[in-house]
Nanobody, 124 residues
Framework: QVQLVESGGGLVQAGGSLRLSCAAS????????LGWFRQAPGKEREFVAA????????YYADSVKDRFTISRDNAKNTVYLRMNSLKPEDTAVYYC?????????????????WGQGTQVTVSS
């Protein structure tokens, strides 16, 4: 069982930056692939980024590539999402997710642990 708690969301102007954190409970954090997803009002949840459990390989949605960076600190049981050059279209509730697998899924349905979400609002 893994419990995930996100933090770091807020209101920022376009072009600004935020760093989201997701702290996980449990002693097997390093066994989990971790992902970030987001859901804007009236839209479906979408994949943002993910990081593998072994080689720390990272994967990004095209819409955030070169602006967002996912990283993890297994010693702190935490995954991060650094977001630069934010745009109004990045406004959404951001969720972290975890799954005990060696693969790196991009589909939310393949993750079985989720945080409660943190709101990110980017003003124009």
């Amino acid at each position: 069982q893994v419990q995930l708690v996100e933090s770091g969301g807020g209101l920022v102007q376009a072009g600004g930056s935020l760093r989201l954190s997701c702290a996980a409970s449990g002693r097997t954090f390093s066994s989990y692939t971790l992902g970030w997803f987001r859901q804007a009002p009236g839209k479906e949840r979408e994949f943002v980024a993910a990081i593998s459990r072994t080689d720390f390989n990272t994967y990004y949605a095209d819409s955030v590539k070169d602006r967002f960076t996912i990283s993890r600190d297994n010693a702190k049981n935490t995954v991060y999402l650094r977001m630069n050059s934010l745009k109004p279209e990045d406004t959404a509730v951001y969720y972290c997710a975890a799954v005990n697998t060696i693969t790196v899924p991009r589909l939310g349905s393949q993750y079985n642990y989720w945080g409660q979400g943190t709101q990110v609002t980017v003003s124009s």
